[in-house]
Every structure is written in structure tokens, then in C-alpha cells.
């Protein structure tokens, strides 16, 4: 399945949505996309990365959202991952991924509007 990307503002924070397999083969679209999303970020910014359209989240994507998440540090700002799949939420929890970057289930429970549609 091919990755596809959308960037958008909910709540006056930008949130980056990932549709499909964020693999080795779709790292240079994330890398960039993440690049982007932070560096558009207001410094101390809160930013976040949905994960529910995700079908396949591999090492390779992993790391990237690390580094995302390192610079959003760097800017004195966090990025927070949206995840509701139990798989890949257990994928997170395995990897110790959510020991380093914050997740939630929903953006709800949140920085960004509970009220917000991310569909």
C-alpha cells in the first residue's frame, strides 16, 4: 500500500496524518514530511503524528519519528503520537517507543481540541 501524507492545523497545532505502510520503502516521503512538520512548528510548539490510517510501521519509521520528536525537543518544543490500533499501540509499547515519545490514544486525551476531526 503506498504511504500518503496529510499535514494539516487542528487547534492551532500541526498535526501530520499517516495513511498506509510507513516502511524503508516510504522513508524518504516521512523523513520529509516530519522535517516539515517541525520545522514549521512555532518554537515550543507541541506538534503530533496521527498513527490510526498506519497499515505497516517498521523500524526505519520508527527511528524517523524519534528524530522528530528529538528536534521538536531541540525547537523547546514536544511531539506527541496519536495511536488508537492496539496492534500498534503494542508495537510502541514493545519497542520501549513510548518510554521516549509521548502517545495517546486519541487526541482527545491530548494537547491538541478533543473537539477536533482528524477524518
Same mark, same amino acid.
Given at each position: 500500500?503506498? =504511504?500518503?501524507?496529510? &499535514?494539516?492545523?487542528?487547534?492551532?497545532?500541526? +498535526?501530520?496524518?499517516?495513511?498506509?505502510? %510507513?516502511?524503508?520503502? @516510504?522513508?524518504?516521503?516521512?523523513?520529509? #514530511?516530519? &522535517?516539515?512538520? +517541525?520545522?514549521?512548528?512555532?518554537?515550543? #510548539?507541541?506538534?503530533? +503524528?496521527? =498513527?490510526?490510517?498506519? *497499515?505497516?510501521?517498521?523500524?526505519?519509521? $520508527?527511528?524517523?519519528?524519534?528524530? %522528530?520528536?528529538? @528536534?521538536?525537543? /531541540?525547537?523547546?518544543? /514536544?511531539?506527541?503520537? !496519536?495511536?488508537?490500533?492496539?496492534?500498534?499501540? %503494542?508495537?510502541?509499547?514493545? *519497542?520501549?517507543?513510548?518510554? #521516549? !515519545?509521548?502517545?495517546?490514544? @486519541? $487526541?482527545? *486525551?491530548?494537547? !491538541?481540541?478533543?473537539?477536533?476531526?482528524? @477524518?
Amino acid at each position: 500500500m503506498e =504511504l500518503r501524507l496529510t &499535514q494539516r492545523e487542528v487547534a492551532g497545532h500541526a +498535526v501530520l496524518a499517516i495513511d498506509g505502510a %510507513a516502511d524503508l520503502a @516510504s522513508t524518504p516521503a516521512l523523513h520529509g #514530511a516530519l &522535517q516539515r512538520l +517541525v520545522g514549521r512548528a512555532d518554537l515550543g #510548539a507541541s506538534i503530533a +503524528v496521527d =498513527l490510526d490510517g498506519t *497499515t505497516v510501521l517498521d523500524d526505519a519509521a $520508527l527511528g524517523l519519528l524519534l528524530g %522528530a520528536a528529538a @528536534s521538536a525537543r /531541540s525547537r523547546g518544543g /514536544s511531539l506527541l503520537v !496519536v495511536c488508537s490500533d492496539e496492534r500498534l499501540r %503494542a508495537r510502541l509499547t514493545d *519497542t520501549r517507543f513510548d518510554r #521516549a !515519545v509521548e502517545v495517546a490514544a @486519541s $487526541l482527545g *486525551t491530548s494537547v !491538541v481540541d478533543p473537539a477536533a476531526d482528524l @477524518s
